[in-house]
């Protein structure tokens, strides 16, 4: 299964009753494939707000994103949580809803082994015949994946790439080097994207694709080609993007992105809160 180069972590759209905003939801999904050209799309990972989504609106989403789509793009559910058997129902359903892969975070807060961590991905891998990456995010989750479990686990069939939001190039590229061929690791930096290019990286799972995936892709295109001088340009230029809007808890900075450019998300849901006068200011200065 190939997700391409610029997987983008969607936003959930939210009415003002913070509701999820269903012909948005359409209205995003036509907008990243068409206008930002996002070779997949991740629905109910970190930036779609999962913390805050129960099941039956993860469901609806994934399928909801299954029909929008219609294979114009891939779909990746976020179904991972810290409880392995909640983690498994969700991704049997969201296998039975007809999505192209799962995105499973490392499980948060009850912070297991690293044993705990490879069986725990073992066992939902084992549950399922879609393609698996793995999502290792220390400073949200609290627990580092280890390199060496993350090559452990590279080795099950069916698990195929890491999706690594850490600043640790070391880390990295360990993964990169040590895992069998074919296995795939995304950057989940948006700033880190070419750096892990450079490191053997195969792409990014980005937030700032949202705005600036055209961009994004021709970047990636460019270290691809060879043109490391025009990559390295993009890279300086789109920079203060991929960081600015990271100045406001995520996705709160994206949502009111996406909101200035007309694409209507709505806010978040508590306990985020809204851009404020002064950060919106701020990230209208960035456009």
């Known amino acids: 299964m190939d997700f391409g180069r610029v997987i983008t972590a969607m936003v959930t759209p939210l009415n003002n009753e913070l509701q999820i905003d269903w012909q948005q939801v359409d209205t995003l999904i036509d907008y990243l494939i068409e206008e930002q050209q996002t070779d997949t799309i991740v629905v109910s990972g970190t930036t779609g707000e999962s913390p805050t989504l129960n099941d039956e609106e993860k469901l609806q989403l994934f399928e909801a994103a299954v029909k929008r789509a219609q294979g114009r793009c891939r779909i990746i559910a976020g179904t991972g949580s810290n409880d392995t058997r909640?983690?498994?129902?969700?991704?049997?359903?969201?296998?039975?809803?007809?999505?192209?892969?799962?995105?499973?975070?490392a499980p948060y807060y009850n912070r297991p082994s690293q044993e705990g961590l490879f069986q725990h991905f073992q066992a939902i891998?084992?549950?399922?015949?879609?393609?698996?990456?793995?999502?290792?995010?220390?400073?949200?989750?609290?627990?580092?994946?280890?390199?060496?479990?993350?090559?452990?686990?590279?080795?099950?069939?069916?698990?195929?790439?890491?999706?690594?939001?850490?600043?640790?190039?070391n880390?990295?590229?360990?993964?990169?080097?040590?895992?069998?061929?074919?296995?795939?690791?995304?950057?989940?930096?948006?700033?880190?994207?070419?750096?892990?290019?450079s490191i053997g990286g195969y792409g990014i799972v980005?937030?700032?694709?949202?705005?600036?995936?055209?961009e994004m892709k021709q970047m990636v295109k460019a270290y691809l080609v060879g043109d490391i001088a025009l990559a390295a340009q993009l890279h300086a230029k789109l920079f203060p993007i991929f960081t600015g809007i990271f100045r406001v808890p995520s996705p709160a900075g994206i949502k009111h992105a996406l909101n200035l450019k007309g694409v209507q998300v709505g806010g978040v849901r508590l306990p985020l809160l809204a851009a404020s006068e002064d950060e919106g200011r701020f990230l209208e200065s960035l456009f």
Not at 176 to 192: A, K, W
């Open 86 to 105: 909640h983690s498994i129902h969700l991704t049997q359903a969201a296998e039975q809803i007809g999505v192209d892969g799962i995105l499973l975070v």
């Open 171 to 197: 880390h990295i590229t360990e993964v990169i080097t040590r895992s069998p061929e074919g296995f795939r690791v995304y950057g989940g930096d948006d700033s880190l994207t070419l750096p892990v290019l």
């Open 206 to 214: 980005s937030v700032a694709s949202h705005v600036i995936g055209k």
């Open 125 to 169: 891998a084992a549950s399922t015949k879609l393609p698996i990456m793995l999502y290792n995010v220390p400073h949200r989750t609290g627990i580092h994946l280890a390199a060496d479990t993350t090559i452990r686990l590279s080795h099950i069939p069916n698990i195929v790439a890491s999706k690594e939001a850490t600043p640790d190039l």
